[in-house]
């Protein structure tokens, strides 16, 4: 049985970036290489949502929407979307 991959979409609008999003992109590199094989990872410039609910950076995984993402929650969600997906 395949392992099912995780999308996940990262904001990199400016309010996102200045508010943290630039440290996201340096968790992922820091992942080892089974887990990041089951991540596919794609970068927005906008996901317009800094006039929703929440607070930025955002993230998407599996189209689910997470606001106010940091480097240590990013990796607690990873965590669990992959528990999820096995």
Excluded: F, H, W
């Amino acid at each position: 049985m395949g392992m099912e991959r995780i999308n996940l979409k990262i904001c990199t609008g400016t309010m996102c970036y200045v508010m943290g999003g630039a440290e996201l992109r340096a968790v992922l590199e820091l992942l080892p290489d089974d887990i990041m094989k089951r991540i596919s990872v794609s970068y927005s410039p906008c996901m317009g949502l800094c006039s929703d609910v929440g607070e930025p950076p955002y993230i998407q995984v599996n189209g689910k929407t997470i606001s106010g993402v940091s480097k240590s929650n990013l990796m607690q969600i990873l965590k669990e979307a992959l528990n999820d997906a096995v």
